[in-house]
């Protein structure tokens, strides 16, 4: 039997839990025996113990009943509220992060572990304790639910679960309300006496952490054959039975650190997918005899017959994870190639992992390298991609299945890279992977070679392989990384003895060159690594990913010299390629490093900043070239002069008109030096005392000055709550309060010039209430002409920000090379006279490839 707390003794643990008195609690477990719902029992050790029904039935009466003398009809009216469908949609209390994402799979409902199909309330309630409960289980609960909320003001009650659903992350509530024939409880029902209490009638909240610790209390039984465990159960279960069978051989406590390690990844993994990401999952590719899911990255304005990059996760990560850690799709950006993720299925393997070591998964026009191959064509197909130039790369089981492609399906592949992985066929079961993993299997290089031959009727040429690992790998034994680097050293008919040793970063790098003097393998060891992939994360064109569990930031990055060494970065960037916008920037992360690239919305005193490649006259803007207008004398076609003066111009150092008299500076490239020494001086503080002038006037003519037009809004300047002091935006909207019902709007906007490739970042925090009910709803929006392109919205709940969060690279692409109308809102909605209210608090506005249109 698990635990074994006794029924009255849980009364008390869970009266501490919510904040009840014991009193209280121990009254109403009198009240559920005396009234037959339980039966009765002794006090003290012989005491029934407290099962996950039990438990829900108390939970139920402490959170449904108003009062002590309605827990009985509370637990008898709620445990027995029958399911809605699954509230995606509707009014259902849930926090909407982001503008809806309209693509093919927009409509898909979440998929959650924890399936409650069909059940009452009561039932499942009871079944999460019992989740709750099982170690193996409640990490499942902690990571999909959210929480549970029971009205006392009405017979409603739901389960609310945390999923991303139309692009967006959110809370998914499961409702729960009366059957078609019941009565709501005596003290709702009119006809019955009910008279209503105000002040008791409102929503009780849950919150996971709170059930988690009650399901502990709870007590399961010995056989473990609860409905619950037997329908989520095997996913878990299946790790723990890897784990008992891996404990029984020599690497047992290897093993152990392993799936201790994997269960941060796991964690790291599910966080990210519970939020928007990049990547789009595509359907019907094949008959996919691997059952794997496939999720592709094709940036805009890709050219024709660009490269294709497969990019495989390890155990217990996600496409979407791999992605964020790896920066795949940030390179991609760059340099214009699209990227293929292949996804394992926890129903494949209870780890998540490629099923590397199966003979079912590892022999061409088998199982899961035969779905890849399937992707493959697919994208090849979809995209007009260039079948000569496609490559493949993965971390640990990734890694090892690169190996396998690479085998199985040599003519498809140009290159591979191979990261914290295993030679190809080192394992035949699971056993044998094992072995592999921990000890390593030496062969000669000729054996490794005729495994890769035999996989295949190919007879070359073969793929260029970069093989990297780290040399404090406990997970994956380094020696496996020179095993590969054997295997495809005699499939290239090479020496083992490298051509070239140099050092990169500071980390050991190794070349095998062909006869032509071609790069073929090569090799780098990075000292002092663990397992993972290495990373220089950042936003300098050479860095790229996330660190994270299994992403180490050591300073140099595979994913980037990985794409070097099969040739991807010494293309020009797709932009550049298109003919519609030459002469555009590189990509958006380089575009993000370049000067005077972005327009930056300054709340204080107006600036201008002209993007460099973009033409100064409103029609030359829109043609997209790039020389500069003949006669302005403008060093690169900027006119540094003019936004000097126009800025000291607007901070009262000079009168208005002075700077279109002044003749053209003579200095070197027509830079005016004191004016830029003017212009530091002032941002330094020297010269503060001129910009603070403008402090004094009042909110609404600050802002208007500051270009923006609306209601509701305000410019708080010198605001030390500021982002980074100095001057923001605060927007307040109400409903419910002074007789004002219904939907409640403030909103403020201002004209922008945008560029080919416009993207806008900025930095917020919210203060949304909208708990009253669920029908009252508070949100923040960022509207382009009316379309909203990011957006918070909570609906029956509470959502507050407490620290500046920061919104980066919202793509614009969209309104490209058009004038178009920036608006923030912020609006209410209350059905009832309660107050409901927004609040945004909004800097650092920035919007890449624009011009400000402000008047400067």
């Known amino acids: 039997m698990v635990n074994g707390l006794a029924r009255y003794e849980f009364s008390e643990r869970l009266a501490d839990i919510l904040g009840e008195s014991r009193r209280d609690l121990r009254f109403r477990v009198t009240l559920m025996v005396t009234g037959g719902l339980v039966a009765p029992g002794p006090r003290g050790r012989g005491s029934p113990p407290a099962s996950p029904l039990y438990a829900a039935h108390l939970l139920i009466g402490a959170m449904a009943a108003p009062q002590q003398s309605q827990t009985l009809e509370a637990i008898r009216c709620y445990a027995d509220l029958r399911p809605n469908a699954v509230a995606a949609g509707g009014n259902a209390p849930r926090v909407l992060f982001g503008p809806a994402r309209v693509d093919e799979n927009a409509e898909k409902r979440p998929e959650f572990s924890i399936r409650l199909d069909g059940l009452p309330f009561g039932e499942a309630l009871a079944g999460l304790l019992e989740l709750a409960c099982a170690e193996e289980t409640r990490p499942i609960v902690a990571s999909e639910l959210f929480g549970v909320s029971i009205n006392r003001g009405c017979p409603v009650a739901s389960l609310q679960f945390s999923a991303c659903w139309q692009g967006r992350r959110a809370v998914i509530s499961h409702t729960y309300g009366l059957a078609p024939d019941a ?125 294709l990059v497969v990019v495989l996760h390890g155990c217990t990560q996600s496409a979407a994870s791999y992605n964020k850690g790896s920066g795949w799709s940030t390179l991609a950006d760059r340099y214009g190639f699209a990227v293929l993720f292949p996804q394992q299925h926890w129903n494949n393997n209870p780890l998540r992992c490629f099923n590397w070591f199966k003979p079912e998964d590892n022999d061409r026009e088998k199982g899961e390298p035969l779905s890849i191959k399937q992707m493959v064509d697919r994208m090849l197909s979809d995209h007009g991609l260039d079948r000569r130039r496609v490559y493949v790369t993965g971390t640990s089981s990734g890694g090892a299945m690169t190996n396998v492609m690479l085998a199985t399906y040599p003519e498809i592949f140009a290159g591979g890279a191979v990261i914290a992985g295993v030679p190809y066929r080192t394992a035949k079961g699971l056993q044998e992977g094992l072995e592999s993993i921990f000890q390593g299997r030496s062969r000669s290089p000729r054996e490794w070679g005729e495994l890769v031959r035999a996989a295949s009727p190919h007879q070359g040429p073969w793929p260029r392989v970069s093989v990297w ?196 500076s003579k200095a070197p490239l027509g830079i005016d030096v004191p004016g830029i020494i003017s212009t530091a001086l002032e941002a330094a503080g020297v010269l503060k005392g001129i910009s603070q002038r403008s402090a004094s006037a009042a909110p609404e003519a600050n802002l208007k000055t500051s270009g923006w037009e609306g209601s509701g809004w305000e410019l708080l300047l010198d605001d030390p709550r500021a982002f980074r002091g100095g001057s923001m935006l605060y927007g307040h909207a109400s409903s419910g309060d002074r007789g004002a019902l219904g939907a409640r709007a403030q909103s403020i906007s201002r004209r922008i010039k945008l560029g080919s490739q416009p993207e806008l970042s900025y930095v917020r925090r919210l203060d949304l209430s909208a708990g009253v009910n669920d029908y009252t709803s508070a949100s923040f929006r960022v509207l382009i002409d009316g379309q909203v392109v990011d957006e918070v919205t909570a609906i029956g709940m509470v959502h507050q920000e407490t620290e500046w969060l920061r919104q980066a690279a919202i793509d614009l692409a969209r309104f490209a090379n058009r004038t178009v109308t920036l608006t923030l809102e912020v609006a209410a909605c209350s059905n009832i006279y309660s107050t409901v209210y927004a609040k945004a608090w909004v800097d650092q506005i920035t919007i890449h490839n624009a011009v400000d249109l402000a008047h400067c």
């Open 183 to 307: 009565a709501p409880p005596a003290w709702l029902d009119p006809q019955r006496g009910g008279v209503v209490d105000p002040g008791l009638l409102h929503t009780v909240f849950l919150p996971v952490r709170k059930l988690l610790e009650i399901g502990l209390l709870t007590t399961l039984s010995d056989d473990r054959s609860t409905p619950m465990l037997n329908k989520l159960g095997h996913k878990v279960a299946a790790i723990k039975k890897m784990a008992e069978l891996a404990a029984k051989t020599p690497h047992g406590s290897r093993w152990e650190k392993l799936l201790s390690a994997l269960t941060a990844v796991q964690a790291w993994s599910e966080q990210v997918d519970a939020q928007e990401n990049r990547l789009l999952e595509v359907t019907a590719f094949g008959s996919n005899p691997g059952e794997l899911r496939m999720y592709r990255y094709v940036p805009d304005r890709l050219p024709a017959n660009a490269p």
């Open 469 to 664: 690992h780290g040399d404090a790998d406990t997970a994956v034994k380094p020696v496996n990384a020179e095993e590969t680097i054997k295997q495809w050293a005699d499939i290239h008919g090479l020496d083992l003895q490298p051509t070239i040793q140099m050092t990169v970063d500071g980390y050991p790098r190794r070349v095998w060159q062909g006869p032509g003097g071609d790069e073929l393998i090569e090799s780098y060891t990075v000292t002092g690594m663990s397992h993972g992939a290495a990373l220089d994360p950042g936003a300098e064109p050479h860095q790229c990913g996330t660190a994270a569990p299994f992403f180490n930031a050591v300073g140099i990055s595979s994913t980037h010299r990985i794409a070097d060494f099969w040739g991807l970065l010494a293309e020009r960037p797709a932009s550049a390629r298109d003919p519609a916008t030459a002469g555009q920037e590189a990509g958006r992360s380089a575009r993000a490093s370049t000067a005077g690239s972005a327009s930056t919305i300054d709340f204080g005193q107006r600036t201008c900043k002209e993007d460099a490649t973009q033409k100064s006259g409103p029609e030359d803007y829109a043609s997209g070239a790039q020389e500069q207008r003949s006669g302005t004398g403008r060093p690169f076609g900027l006119d540094v002069h003019g936004i000097i003066s126009a800025s000291l111009e607007a901070a009262g150092l000079l009168k208005p008109g002075t700077s279109s008299r002044r003749p053209d």
